[in-house]
T-cell receptor
Framework: LAKTTQPISMDSYEGQEVNITCSHNNIATNDYITWYQQFPSQGPRFIIQGYKTKVTNEVASLFIPADRKSSTLSLPRVSLSDTAVYYC??????????????FGKGTKLSVKP | GAVVSQHPSRVICKSGTSVKIECRSL??????MFWYRQFPKQSLMLMATSNEGSKATYEQGVEKDKFLINHASLTLSTLTVTSAHPEDSSFYICSARSDMTGVGETQYFGPGTRLLVL
């Protein structure tokens, strides 16, 4: 399973765009990239998932370069409620049904007023 | 959609007793569920993979006789912490992977169960 590296923490202010980059140099051909958000004493919440290029949904965008060795989660106009830990995970099989997701240390995002 | 529930949300028990935690996928079928443990200020650690109708697969260092997993149906997996001790106090989180095929896979997580062993 590919190991991921993220910044331990990031600070931002309300209304700013936040970009969290994750490195996964050993990503396998069949691995996909998934980001989760976790608040204290809650289970992780799915944010976005992608395999290559750019993916956008109602809460975030995910940018994946052609070599797929990194990915960037972009949160537009963050608010105080976006203060949480964000996890980048790689694993599983693209289009398949096998594989586990192993959590790294995550990035603790603190949004200030 | 894709809701996973856990019960109980928190439990306090005496040392030496057993505690059962239920994980249910409410609106989808999940052949595979996962159990994680999370200590304060740490990341989630995968304990085991639960497969419907077969034995669970445990991660290295996780005692299968202490953490009993049963996945009796496509929507329910249970984790029983047997003879719990204070060091077992933690936040236990389950996740379920939808059986729907498609691009990639997504695990949906339950809200977690806080276990405190006195």
């Amino acid at each position: 399973l590919a190991k991921t590296t993220q910044p331990i923490s990031m600070d931002s202010y309300e209304g700013q765009e936040v970009n969290i980059t994750c490195s996964h140099n050993n990503i396998a051909t069949n691995d996909y990239i998934t980001w989760y958000q976790q608040f204290p004493s809650q289970g992780p919440r799915f944010i976005i998932q992608g395999y290559k290029t750019k993916v956008t949904n109602e809460v975030a965008s995910l940018f994946i370069p052609a070599d797929r060795k990194s990915s960037t989660l972009s949160l537009p106009r963050v608010s105080l409620s976006d203060t949480a830990v964000y996890y980048c995970l790689v694993g599983g099989n693209y289009g398949g049904s096998q594989g586990n997701l192993i959590f790294g240390k995550g990035t603790k995002l603190s949004v200030k007023p | 959609g894709a809701v996973v529930s856990q019960h109980p949300s928190r439990v306090i028990c005496k040392s030496g007793t057993s505690v059962k935690i239920e994980c249910r996928s409410l609106d989808f079928q999940a052949t595979t569920m996962f159990w994680y443990r999370q200590f304060p200020k740490q990341s989630l650690m995968l304990m085991a993979t639960s497969n419907e109708g077969s034995k669970a697969t445990y991660e290295q260092g996780v005692e299968k006789d202490k953490f009993l997993i049963n996945h009796a149906s496509l929507t329910l997996s249970t984790l029983t912490v047997t003879s719990a001790h204070p060091e077992d106090s933690s936040f236990y989180i389950c996740s379920a992977r939808s059986d729907m095929t498609g691009v990639g896979e997504t695990q949906y997580f339950g809200p977690g169960t806080r276990l405190l062993v006195l």
